[in-house]
């Protein structure tokens, strides 16, 4: 065999391993063949992985035709200021479509470009131009990243029928407290996470559906937390609040007694005083606040005296406490340690 039958011969078994990948994606050949020819000439369509066109990080200053068969699209660092739904109109397959880093207002979200991907799962828009939350939004949505935008505003009604919706985050916005409401929320049935960090809200955002389990609130404003606040958030387990203007008057004693919360992050408020801490919460943050002082007395969820050897279920759960950055001056009272018998870590 000379050396150019060999290299033919290698090719041709590259390619039929490449048909056979394809077949194990289940992609017919012929959508296979359509997809890596209509690959736009600004971006790279791996022959392995026919569903992805990466086209990031090429100063792109708008979208190119994007094929069918497209189930990824990676745009994220571009110049990209327009969303435009010609570009876009037969990447009506997408899963996965990520514009971070772009230069996207909402003025340049075309209108129903976002509607027609009925398979849209992720949708990332962080370090974009928008002012708004885009709208309307596909149902099969499931993370929704609009991080560092200037958004200032949430449509009424944006996330009705968004069910699948388990992932949002709006840190870095603008938002004020009255948009972020029973109203503008609606339809977030399965919500999960929702980090709202450094906006501009003054008090506990209203209206989060009753699955939440993390909330996202660090470098706000926020002032008080409502006494029953929690009583609608069941299943909220880790909760952070850090960066805000929280004093112990606007923290009513039994606010965080909330048998779902883990972790709890206060640091960097004004407190005076250690909130009660419930049986089963294992993560503490309340480094740099004004805490004077701490005893077991008043910190313990329940009566000290009653811990004794036995470990069981009803000794309190704490694992990790920061208290660095306030007045309290070693050591760490005994009743403090007699109660929290699991503490493996306690920063002062
Ligand atoms: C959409 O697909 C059709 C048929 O394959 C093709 O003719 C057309 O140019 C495509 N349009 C865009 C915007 O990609
Ligand atoms: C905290 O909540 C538990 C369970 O809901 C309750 O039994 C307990 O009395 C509460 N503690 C305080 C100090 O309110
Ligand atoms: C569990 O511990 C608590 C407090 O330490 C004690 O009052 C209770 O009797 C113990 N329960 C069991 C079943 O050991």
Redesign the pocket.
């Known amino acids: 065999m000379t050396r150019l039958d060999s290299t033919r011969l290698f090719c041709l078994l590259c390619t039929l391993c490449l048909v056979g990948q394809v077949l194990g994606q289940d992609m017919p050949y012929e959508e296979y063949m359509a997809q890596i020819q209509a690959c736009p000439k600004e971006c790279r369509c791996p022959p392995n992985f026919p569903r992805a066109v990466y086209c990031d990080n090429k100063a792109l200053k708008s979208i190119p035709k994007i094929p069918t068969h497209t189930w990824y699209l990676y745009l994220q660092n571009n110049l990209i200021e327009v969303l435009s739904a010609d570009a876009l109109r037969n990447a009506t397959q997408l899963r996965w479509l990520n514009l971070n880093r772009n230069k996207i207002s909402s003025e340049g979200v075309e209108e129903g470009v976002l509607s027609t991907m009925s398979h849209l799962a992720h949708l990332y828009m962080d370090d974009n131009l928008l002012s708004s939350v885009p709208s309307p939004l596909p149902a099969s949505l499931e993370h929704l990243l609009l991080s560092r935008n200037r958004i200032s505003k949430i449509p009424a009604g944006v996330f009705i029928g968004l069910d699948k919706l388990n992932l949002l985050d709006l840190q870095g916005n603008k938002l004020m407290d009255e948009d972020v409401t029973e109203v503008s929320l609606k339809g977030l049935n399965n919500l999960v996470q929702i980090n709202l960090a450094k906006n501009q809200l003054s008090s506990m955002p209203l209206g989060l559906p009753p699955t939440t389990t993390q909330l996202f609130l660090d470098g706000n404003n926020i002032e008080k937390i409502p006494a029953s606040y929690f009583k609608s958030l069941p299943k909220v387990a880790f909760l952070r609040l850090n960066h805000n203007k929280l004093g112990s008057s606007g923290v009513p004693?039994?606010v965080f007694?909330v048998?779902s919360i883990l972790d709890l992050q206060l640091s960097h408020n004004q407190l005076t005083e250690v909130p009660?801490i419930?049986s089963g919460l294992e993560h503490l943050h309340l480094d740099h606040n004004n805490i004077k002082s701490v005893s077991g007395a008043n910190v313990c969820?329940v009566a000290v005296d009653t811990v004794d050897d036995s470990i069981n279920e009803s000794v309190p759960r704490l694992r990790y406490l920061r208290l660095d950055g306030n007045e309290i001056k070693p050591p760490i009272p005994r009743d403090v340690i007699l109660c929290f018998r699991l503490l493996r870590s306690i920063v002062i």
């Open positions: 004693k039994n007694n048998s009660l419930p969820p």
